[in-house]
């Protein structure tokens, strides 16, 4: 599923279940149906640009029409069972305090809500998005390097969860690569058990083998999911060669890329740099910020701190990438808590 987008329908449409419910209760009201899916690897900066610039698509390809904006949440549960911080976040604070204006109507697995006033059309240029500056435990500190898992308080098991367990967690109804959706697949941990992750399902990503093989082993789990979300972006085209073909023709009209296309060879360095740019939006300039001694020291101690080992492989690309991401912002004085906004 592309991340969001957006469809002229009769109001519900058939985008998600609940659209189609819908339709069948009302179908005189025109207007554009908005859908996002907040996927487990999505955190709520990323799912609020990308349901604000759907918004702003919807106002430029049909000026002033009612918009109704669906939002489906996968995985992001907390202790209790109920949606975590971001999923919460995303629903109450967002969608309804903030984007509510812009919409004619919200359906979200919460609640309902319908503008009571006039849908405005003079949606923002940008999101600017004020992260928490009260002291709280929110991003990963990278200047202690200690482990900060997603789940709060983990679940008090001494064994992996079941594949199946695994997929009902992330919204799976076939358990299958988180990247790719090839089968079949391997639990890989988000925080490893070597750097004190733990056994809960949230800590839980299914890959292929491939995927697995290139995921980070680091101490951060949203920068796991961050790099979920990028690998997906990356290699998705080849998730669609298989898709029936009314849904190729509608991607293909959508400028979705559909088939298998073979990335460059590059070394392993140069593989690091392509993702330093693309995942954590180095520049040149960021490559000579900072003496080359100074910067692989402070990479080493990242690395024999914060990183773990994924059964025989000697080095990952997306691990040495994290590592020499956290390592700038030590010796540049800006470490502090990061927020993974991007891609």
């Known amino acids: 599923m592309l991340p969001c987008h957006t469809k002229t329908v009769a109001q519900g449409g058939s985008v998600a279940k609940k659209m189609r419910q819908q339709t069948r209760k009302k179908k ?12 487990v690897y999505e955190n709520f900066e990323r799912s ?18 009612p918009r109704f904006l669906y939002i489906d949440i996968q995985g992001h549960r907390n202790e209790a069972g109920g949606y ?10 967002y969608a309804l305090g903030f ?10 697995p919460l609640y309902d809500a319908r503008n009571p006033g006039k849908q405005r059309n003079d949606i923002p240029d940008a999101l600017q998005i ?13 200047g202690s390097l200690g482990i900060q898992p997603r789940e709060k308080e983990p679940a008090n098991r001494k064994t992996a969860p079941t594949v199946r367990a695994i997929a009902d967690y992330l919204g799976l109804e076939e358990a299958a690569c988180l990247v790719c959706w090839r089968r079949p697949v391997e639990r890989a941990h988000v925080v490893p058990t070597a750097l004190g992750g733990s056994m809960d399902v949230r800590n839980f990503a299914l890959l292929c083998r491939d995927h697995h093989a290139e995921a980070p082993d680091v101490a951060d789990a949203e920068s796991f999911w961050a790099w979920i979300d990028y690998a997906e972006l990356r290699d998705s085209p080849e998730k669609w060669v298989d898709a029936p073909e009314e849904l190729k023709e509608f991607l293909q009209r959508s400028n979705v890329r559909i088939g298998k296309e073979p990335r460059e060879p ?15 939006g180095w520049g040149e300039g960021d490559f000579e910020a900072v003496a080359w001694s100074e910067l692989m020291d402070e990479f080493h101690s990242v690395l024999d701190t914060a990183t773990g080992r994924h059964f025989s492989i000697d080095k990952k690309v997306s691990t040495y990438a994290w590592a020499y991401d956290i390592a700038l912002r030590r010796v540049k004085g800006a470490a502090g808590r990061i927020i993974r906004d991007t891609p």
Request: glycine share 6%; proline share 3%; aromatic share 12%.
């Open 28 to 39: 005189t009201q025109k207007g554009v149906a908005i859908y996002h899916d907040m996927k």
């Open 48 to 65: 609020a640009l990308r349901i604000f610039e759907c918004i702003k698509q919807a106002e430029k390809s049909s000026p002033g029409a």
């Open 84 to 93: 975590d911080h971001d999923a919460f976040e995303l629903i109450k604070d």
């Open 99 to 108: 984007l509510s204006d812009y919409l004619t109507e919200i359906h979200t």
């Open 130 to 142: 004020n992260h928490p500056d009260d002291g709280s435990k929110y991003g990963y500190d990278a």
């Open 266 to 280: 590059l070394s392993f360095f140069s593989a690091v740099k392509e993702e330093l740019k693309s995942l954590y």
